[in-house]
């Protein structure tokens, strides 16, 4: 699991409550992704840290903000859960230059059910 | 734009007999391409990775697959299938992009091993 671990590792809210899921990892690596899962569309990138206080927006980033205030941590908030945020949720870190030949490795996902 | 195309949704096939999972690309430069498994509950492993270096790539678990530019594929084989082998596999190509570049999954095959 390559030092990730992911909080909560399953929730169900309502609708319209706010939602903040954690993810840490022990190895202090610049790169960190957040990505969804469905089924039928394979994971989608939802946003990513390139840094401390660096962040920037996947495919599908609505509904979404993240912040970074320390390497180690990158958190994933849903301002207002709607039901079309029910998913799996992944946190990825990249070890080496974030680049096209470098692999991620995934934490083990937090299952996130908004009635 | 970049993007994967997982031929079969589902495959099927007995325990001993080889595998195959069908994957196609679409890359408007030299891709890099992955193949993840996921098994039932976990996160995501790698299983290979092609980065222009040799086409035929061998992974884990005697898994391989070979980069054919000329028919834009990165199919996934075995020899002989083992229980443990039933997962979703995933293939997946990294798209170039400013800050760090991005994963785009495939659709996801699963696989399953009758005895």
């Known amino acids: 699991d390559a030092g990730i671990t992911q909080s909560p590792r399953h929730k169900v809210t309502e609708t319209g409550t706010p939602v903040t899921l954690r993810c840490h990892q022990t190895e202090n690596h610049r790169y960190m992704y957040w990505y969804r899962q469905d089924p039928g569309h394979g994971l989608r990138l939802i946003h990513y840290s390139y840094g401390v206080k660096d962040t920037d927006k996947g495919e599908v980033s609505d509904g979404y903000s993240v912040s970074r205030s320390k390497t180690e941590d990158f958190l994933l908030t849903l301002e207002s859960a709607t039901s079309s945020q029910t998913s799996v949720y992944f946190c990825?870190?990249?070890?080496?230059?974030?680049?096209?030949?470098?692999?991620?490795?995934f934490g083990p996902g937090t299952r996130l059910t908004v009635l | 734009a970049q993007s994967v195309t997982q031929l079969d949704s589902h495959v099927s096939v007995s325990e001993g007999t080889p595998v195959l999972l069908r994957c196609n690309y679409s890359?408007?430069?030299?891709?890099?391409l992955f193949w993840y498994v996921q098994h039932p509950n976990k996160g995501l492993q790698l299983l290979l990775k092609y980065t222009s270096a040799a086409t035929l790539v061998k992974g884990i678990n005697g898994f391989e697959a070979e980069f054919k530019k000329s028919e834009t594929s990165f199919h996934l084989t075995k020899p002989s299938a083992h229980m443990s082998d039933a997962a979703e596999y995933f293939c997946?190509?990294?798209?170039?992009?400013?800050?760090?570049?991005?994963?785009?999954f495939g659709t996801g095959t699963r696989l399953q091993v009758f005895p």
């Open positions: 997946v190509v990294s798209v170039i992009s400013r800050n760090t570049d991005k994963l785009i």
């Open positions: 990825a870190i990249n070890p080496t230059s974030g680049r096209a030949r470098d692999t991620q490795y």
């Open positions: 890359s408007s430069y030299s891709p890099s």
